[in-house]
């Protein structure tokens, strides 16, 4: 009986837990269903530091391209800049207006003076910092005249104001006071809208007469000075949408918390892209690249010219591909060149249109990978062409020079005399080459001790600079002393240095030859 009884007892106890449990399970269910869900689910938070420059258009264009491939919805620009170029700060700031595939935020902690504050009027929200500073686009430039930097004229300021005004007019931000931070003669007056809860703006010169009341000056802006306020005074003018004091503040306006941000900061490889697209380290990646090749073809073989110009290329494109400037089309450009000229080199005699084509191909590979527009539209973009020409004219020149040295003085070179090849011979024998290896053994004299200074031959092969010419019944490895010497014409030997063997083309015809004896 009190087994029942117990058993009874167990069952009561179950079915009353059970019960419980389910309706606790209920419960939480509908509280998950109840609970908004997170309004951003890929927030990304770009650290923008620093003077505005072309690494800064670099990293920010790379961070944005992987921020949108990550699939963000939330873009957080963290600026703490004093501004730089204007033409980079202005195409950051019209990418993010047009950014619609996420919601971007301007988040600025300390100072976003010139182009840091055209960057932040292209975002959607300005969050701010009550005590940061915020504003003075004026724009200037350095007068050679005088070596001093002096305010743009107006016709150019007409230009920037006419832009920033646009930025503000698309984010629903005040366009007067966009103006105000450019035109320092602009005098921005403001009144309570009749309902009390907005500002309503008015621009006037300083030397137009002043609005009447209930009208009032801005004392931030005045004659000479241009538009700068603080965060608190941003939130109070509309320039700014809210104020945070912390990346932990900026998170819960948002909903989330401040581990959750991807942040995506200036690294190692940004600095290694910067460095390699650097003019001058462009310039002696190309001459190094160029001249390596052309010691491989000199002392074919080898292998160390080709893998030193093709490291070399590979760096080039690799640093232009991760700065954005270069595409799939510049590679092909490039190959193709390599291309050509391999076909006028190799396979069809003389200089003609491949040697051309492949010319113009290699040069438009390395103008296009520097920069990422057609044709230059502003003064900016001249100045990147004209740069990029100007390193493509001094590296053909240093290239020039560096082959000329090398055709001359490769056998005396401590290192590069070792990579030098020796010259074959050929002694016409059927049974020669059984007997290499008996007279590779021999403790003989150099084989190029079989040919003297002054002798005369014939070109076996095209020269250019290195390959094959016959003396006396003897095929050797020759160069040719700086140009190229196509098959058949007469050369003499006015070189011998250790194995390398350097002859000249001699200028007068003669239809038949006698070899030297």
Known sequence: MRGRVRCLWVLAVVWVLNSFAGKAVAWWAIQEESRPAPRFRTPVLIEFSGIIDESTQRFFRSRLAKAQAMGADLIILEIDSPGGLKTVSLDIAETLRDVDWAQTVAFVPRTAISGGALVALGCDEIIADPKMKFGDIGEIYADPEFFAFRFVPAKIQSVLVRQARDLAEAKGRPPDLAEAMIDKDALVFARRSDDGRKWEFQVVRVDDPRPPPPWELIPETGPERFLTVNGSRAVELGIAEGSATSREELAQRYGLTANTFVVMRYGFTDGMVDWLVNPWITFLLVVLGVLALYLE???????????????????????????????????????????????????????????????????????????????????????????SLLVLAGSGFAVVLGAVFIAKWVGNIPLLNQMVLEPKIDSGDPHAAGKSDEASSKASAPQASLVAVGDIGLAVTVLRPAGRARFASRSFDVVSDGEFVDPGKRVRIIRIQGNVISVMAIDEDRTEYTPVS
């Open 297 to 387: 073809l000199s002392a074919p073989g080898i292998g160390v010219g080709a893998v030193v110009a093709g490291l070399c290329a590979a760096l080039f494109f690799w640093s232009r591909f991760l700065g954005g400037t270069a595409d799939w089309l510049e590679v092909i450009l490039f190959l193709g060149g390599l291309a050509f000229l391999a076909m006028e080199m190799f396979v069809i005699p003389g200089w003609g249109l491949a040697g051309i084509m492949g010319i113009v191909c290699l040069a438009s590979s390395f103008v296009m990978a520097g920069q990422d527009f057609f044709w230059p539209a502003n003064q900016y973009e001249w100045h990147k062409l004209v740069t």
